[in-house]
């Protein structure tokens, strides 16, 4: 049997150029292959781009985007005699935070166009709209847990 015991949660440091937490968070998520450089020059374009569309501060922008896109709930399978259940299941704030930043990463990409600096911006700026693919993802979440409240 395991001792349990329990570590530490190691957050990443705040980002050099915009002294923020979340951007961190963002920058860590469009890694791929290590390539850190990469993802710091396409955030950073990716804000230039949304300041110059809204004239607004990009990190209010992107800010805007994650609360709208952070879920409350999260669905997880339990097994209960042969038959799968989602089970609804409250979510932290850092975990929220943490599973809207994936859901924007993630449509981003998936958006058509060139560049990822761009679509990275579009999806911000979405989101921060309230529309979406990153919004849609959350209501459907939500909706599925409302569905699935009596196996709570």
């Not at 980002?15 to 993802?39: M, P, Q, R, T």
């Not at 994936?102 to 166009?113: N, V, Y």
């Amino acid at each position: 049997m395991s001792r349990r015991i329990y570590t530490q949660k190691r957050f990443p440091s705040k980002d050099l150029c915009y002294d923020s937490f979340l951007v961190s968070l963002l920058i860590n998520k469009l890694l791929k292959k290590g390539k850190k450089y990469l993802a710091q020059r396409i955030v950073s374009r990716a804000f230039e781009i949304i300041e110059s569309r809204t004239a607004q501060s990009p990190l209010l922008v992107f800010e805007k985007a994650v609360r709208n896109s952070s879920p409350r709930v999260q669905l997880k399978a339990k097994r209960i005699g042969g038959a799968t259940y989602q089970v609804p299941a409250l979510l932290t704030r850092f975990s929220s935070t943490n599973l809207a930043i994936k859901w924007l990463t993630e449509f981003s990409r998936k958006r058509p166009g060139k560049g990822a600096s761009l679509k990275l911006a579009n999806e911000l700026v979405d989101a921060a709209k309230g529309t979406g693919s990153t919004i849609r993802k959350k209501d459907e979440t939500h909706k599925m847990a409302e569905a699935n409240k009596a196996f709570a």
